[in-house]
Every structure is written in structure tokens, then in C-alpha cells.
């Protein structure tokens, strides 16, 4: 399999370019990549390049051969609203939503999330987030980085989430005292799909009455209790079945 590489600039027609110093030292060291080896190389905007590789010091030089105007994206737009998880697990939900072909990921602290991030700390984990969906894209074949967005508190995203038009789903526990809708009775929207994930803890009742009055729908996914990290790309690959390309 040709190795895909993910470079933070925009390729041109016929450019020479160096790899960023990551995407080097793996080609290098990890899947031992030669003089005149082919990759391929996105630059998040939509289609691939193929390119041959080349020593340039420590690192790799890119030369540009073709381009290929390749979309994989889905049919239908899923943007992720994640309530921080602890330890791994949102590095977890960034690389699978990813892998399913989410197209947006906002992280948002609820009042049960049991880590707190602020400052350089939240500015850090957004920054390996985002390098987490990149290589996601790499592996999958996708060639438009989905955005990690910066922290927002949950009231502060839900304060702003009216002014999308989007069909807007909260995913509650099986024991929720909550009419919840079911993916297969909901025609295929014509709109965004915006899902929101609640933390370990689970929603608080207040949280749950906002985000319904800012227009989310109770959305439940089976009569087992998901974990926060299952929850997500357990619905994003249930709707691209039932509405998306799987």
C-alpha cells in the first residue's frame, strides 16, 4: 500500500515540497521508505497528489507528480459534539468519528466531566486532537481534515447552537425518563446532523432541558447504556448505514 502523508500547506502542480518533520521520521524509520519511493500526499482541501520521495538531509523531499481529484467524504454531514472524557478515551472518539467520516468535532465540558482543561493545557490537547484526526485521515483515505474545534462549556456551545440549521440529536441513556426517537424512524434529513454525547457521568437534568430547548431531539441507540467513547462512533456508523455511504 502507497503511504499517505497529511501536510499543514497547500500543494500546487508540479512543486517540490519537504515533509514535515513527524511524517518524515516515520516514513524513514517506521515504514522504511527509499530514494524514489511514491506516496501520497493531501493537504486537507479535497484530492491527493502522487508524489516520489526523496533524502534531504535527516528529512524527505516530495516531488509532485499527479494530481487526483478523489472525494471519500459522505453523503451526509455529521458534526460531533463530545463531552470531555477522561485518560484516552477522547483520543479514542477523535480517531474512530474520524475514521467513520464525522465532518466536524466539537469537544464541550459539561458538569460531570470528570477532566478540566484550561488555558496552555486546553490549547495543548486541542493541538493533539487535531494531530490525532489527521493521521486518522491518512490511514482511512480521507483528504479533508475534519476540524477539532476549541473547548467550549456546554451552556456556551448550547447558547449558539440555534443559529445552525441542522438536525440537532442528543444521545440519553436507555433509563432516561425522556421520549426518545430512534435513527430508523427519522427520515433522511436534507440538512447537517449535529450529535451530542454526553460524559460518564451522563447529562444533568438541566443540561438535558437546555440542549432540548436550544432544539435538540432525545436520540436513543438501544436498550443497552453505551460508554461516553462508544456512544459516538456507535451512532456516526449507524447513521452513515442508514443514511451515509456504508
Known sequence: MIPRFHVPFLL?????VDLPTEAAHHALKVLRVGAGDTALLFDGRGGEWL???????????????????????????????QCLAAADKMDFVVQKAVELGVARIQPVAAKRSVIRLSGERMERRVTHWANIASAACEQSGRNRVPEVAPILDLTQYLAAATAHNDLRLICLAPSAEVQCLRLRDLPRPDKPVTLLIGPEGGFEEGEIKAAQFAGFQALNLGPRVLRTETAGPAALAAIMALWGDL
Open 51 to 81: 508524489a516520489t520521495l526523496q533524502p534531504a538531509g535527516k528529512g524527505l523531499r516530495a516531488v509532485l507528480r499527479e494530481y487526483f481529484d478523489i472525494n471519500r467524504e459522505p453523503d451526509v454531514q455529521v458534526n460531533l459534539v
Open 12 to 16: 500546487a502542480p508540479g512543486a517540490t
